[in-house]
């Protein structure tokens, strides 16, 4: 387990402590351990216990709990609060705007023990009559308990894809040649899946109806050749055919509504599309377009031959190391992305305003950071670190560092972390600041979206986009499958008024490299294009960019 894992059982324990009144002295010092481990640069399954002792504020109790989540995962004391907790209360603690305090407040009082009877008690009036629950935080914790409500039977597109090949693992180990590929949302790589559909056939596909399924089935839903039910909540189909109408069915299940109505529209009859269709035949030499970018946003006219692809990318730019938030080294961090073939690394901390939350750098430990950047640029010759930081848009849309101080980074990431509760046009002029301010090299997750667990703020895209392109600022497509924002509908909006896009991992361990494929998904749905891409750029050319970028915005 990574420190960031352990310090998340501790604060869970801490939760529940709070919650069923124990000791508040013993509460108290996990917390104050929890703050100083968060700002550990050290690994904690890397030191001794002897080691771990000398940590600010651990004792010798949480000493023992560190130990024993690091070999079980867990803590006994956790474990036996968890017990004692509703399924209910455990669920309340995920959600957004409400501490456990206030829970407990609730539980007591009014014998509150899910998001149900929590949303029964705001519209009944009752939650708002207690200590605590002004009018604001009432409507604060509806709106969250709602997006909750609306988003717990969907998936972000990597757990739809993992719960998609355990399917189909499945399936082809009861049934010897059976063909199942996915279709619908996960073949078109949605950034959040509603509903996970494959297409399946055999040499008998009646056999397949008679499968015992991996998932809860509904025979409500069903019918004779499709079978429906759900995993994990999310609602999940089978569509069963014979093997010759394969090649046309997962053609038609596939491309969104927009997308093969604009073949209708050039002359393409849907309906009597014959057994032997096959998208090869359809999509082949320029007019290939993957299921990805089959989305009906200007795919019959974009040739795919210039979308972006993985191997097209250089170099990988935001991301985090021990020095704030990551859980790997800087060192680790760029040999890590050298050993995968990339020739550079934009290093992007955070900056000093996002200290108590994410262990951002003041100025003298940016200036560690950069001396140790030079020694290991000379030590790993050619790939190259790039100086970057993550600098928080202020709320009045400022960046967080003076000017002569935001000169001395190669790039610097602008992004929003905090006073997220915001209209249209406070949140568009934020950020239209920022764009203004001569340092801001990319426009970091413009809308601070979390998926499925928190909705970005509103902006106004085009004006956003419009400034961008005014002042030479790249965007980015943050490739965290929790945020993919850039949403991938702009990217066309985008690249016509000529701003670059970055695809950028966001990374905060070595294993969030992988996020990449998710960046380029999403920037080939919306038609992104190699001479549009800033990362596509080799280290020479990026080097140069960033050169002649501060050269004549500070000229």
Not at 41 to 59: Q, Y
Not at 449 to 467: F, T
């Amino acid at each position: 387990m990574d420190n960031r894992e352990i310090v998340k059982v501790l604060e869970s324990a801490v939760a529940l402590m709070e919650l069923h009144d124990l000791d508040a002295r013993k509460a108290k010092s996990y917390s104050n351990a929890i703050f100083n481990l968060e700002r550990l640069d050290t690994k904690l399954k890397e030191m001794t216990e002897e080691e771990i002792l000398k940590i600010n504020g651990v004792g010798p109790s949480i000493a023992k709990a560190i130990s024993e989540i690091l070999e079980t995962g867990t803590m006994t004391l956790l474990e036996e609060l968890h017990d004692k907790t509703p399924p209910g209360i455990i669920q309340l603690l995920n959600i957004r705007g409400i501490g456990a305090g206030k829970i407990k407040t609730a539980w007591k009082e009014l014998n509150i023990d899910s998001i149900e009877t929590m949303l029964d008690a705001i519209k009944s009036g009752d939650l708002g009559k207690l200590k605590g629950f002004g009018a604001k935080t009432v409507q604060n914790l509806q709106a969250s308990l709602q997006f909750y409500a609306d988003n717990k039977n969907k998936a972000t597109l990597p757990v739809g894809i993992e719960i998609g090949e355990l399917i189909i693992s499945d399936l082809q180990g009861k049934l010897k040649g059976l063909k199942i590929e996915p279709v619908g949302e996960l073949r078109l790589k949605r950034p959040v899946i509603h509903r996970i559909s494959f297409l399946a056939t055999s040499e008998k596909p009646e056999e397949i109806k008679r499968l015992e399924f991996p998932f809860t089935r509904n025979e409500e839903s069903s019918g004779p050749f499709v079978i429906r039910g759900e995993l994990e909540n999310i609602p999940v189909e089978v569509f069963v055919c014979n093997q010759s109408e394969f090649n046309r069915r997962i053609f038609t299940e596939t491309g969104s509504e927009h997308h093969l109505s604009q073949l209708a529209d050039q002359g393409l009859n849907i309906l009597d599309l014959a057994e032997d269709f096959s998208e090869d035949s359809l999509y082949k030499g320029e007019n290939e377009i993957p299921p990805v970018r089959r989305e009906g946003i200007k795919e019959l006219v974009t040739p795919s031959s210039e979308l972006i692809q993985e191997s097209d990318l250089k170099g990988i730019l935001h991301c985090h190391s021990t020095y704030s938030d990551g859980r790997n080294t800087l060192r680790e961090m760029a040999e890590g992305c050298r050993d995968l073939g990339y020739q550079y690394l934009g290093i992007a901390d955070h900056s000093k305003s996002a200290f108590y939350y994410a262990n951002g750098m003041y100025e003298n430990r940016v200036r560690d950071q950069h001396a140790e950047i030079d020694a290991l640029n000379k030590e790993l010759a050619p790939f190259k670190i790039f100086k970057g930081i993550e600098s928080d848009i202020l709320p009045d849309g400022d960046l967080d560092y003076e000017l002569n101080f935001l000169a001395e980074f190669d790039f610097v990431v602008a992004s929003i972390h905090s006073v997220l509760n915001m209209d249209i046009q406070k949140a568009t002029n934020r950020i239209l600041r920022a764009i203004e301010n001569p340092y801001t090299t990319i426009l970091g997750h413009l809308t601070g979206r979390v998926l499925l667990q928190r909705e970005g703020y509103p902006v106004d895209h085009k004006k956003i986009i419009d400034s961008c392109a005014e002042n030479d600022v790249v965007i980015e497509i943050n490739s965290h499958p929790s945020r993919l924002d850039l949403d991938w509908k702009w990217v066309d909006y985008a690249m016509e008024k000529g701003v670059i896009l970055s695809i950028n991992p966001d990374a905060h361990a070595l294993d969030g490299y992988e996020d990449m494929k998710y960046g380029v998904w999403m920037g080939q749905k919306g038609g992104l294009t190699t001479n549009m891409t800033l990362n596509a750029l080799s280290v020479g050319e990026i080097e140069e960019f960033f050169s002649k970028r501060k050269m004549k915005k500070t000229a």
